[in-house]
């Protein structure tokens, strides 16, 4: 079992940054792809970005738009979201998710384990 905690959420204002962690424990996440997705009140779920295990391989969403950039450290078994620039429409909550066999990075189907989210909200 993977047990991930979400941390870094709060209120900002248009144009702030804020920097989303994803702590695991219970194993480590060096085998496994690691996922940011976030959910808008009244909408879906929606993939944000995601990175291999080994860091090689990165995802983004057309909307971060250079904006977002996910990384990873092993050591510490935690992942990192860098949000700037930030925008009304990023208002959402943000959950990590980790897979050890994930096909399509985008799908939040492939994903074994989930956060229980950290709240984003940005005004304008």
């Known amino acids: 079992q993977v047990q991930l905690v979400e941390s870094g959420g709060g209120l900002v204002q248009a144009g702030d940054s804020l920097r989303l962690s994803c702590a695991a424990s219970?194993?480590?996440?060096?085998?496994?792809?690691m996922g940011w997705f976030r959910q808008a009140p009244g909408k879906e779920r929606e993939f944000v970005s995601a990175?291999?295990?080994?860091?090689?391989?990165?995802y983004y969403a057309d909307f971060t738009k250079g904006r977002f950039t996910i990384s990873r450290d092993n050591a510490q078994n935690t992942v990192y979201l860098q949000m700037n620039s930030l925008k009304p429409e990023d208002t959402a909550d943000y959950y990590c998710?980790?897979?050890?066999?994930?096909?399509?990075?985008?799908?939040?189907?492939?994903?074994?384990?989930w956060g229980q989210g950290t709240q984003v909200t940005v005004s304008s």
């Open positions: 998710a980790a897979g050890r066999s994930v096909r399509r990075v985008v799908s939040s189907t492939g994903y074994d384990y």
């Open positions: 219970g194993r480590t996440l060096s085998s496994y792809t």
């Open positions: 990175v291999s295990w080994s860091g090689a391989s990165i």
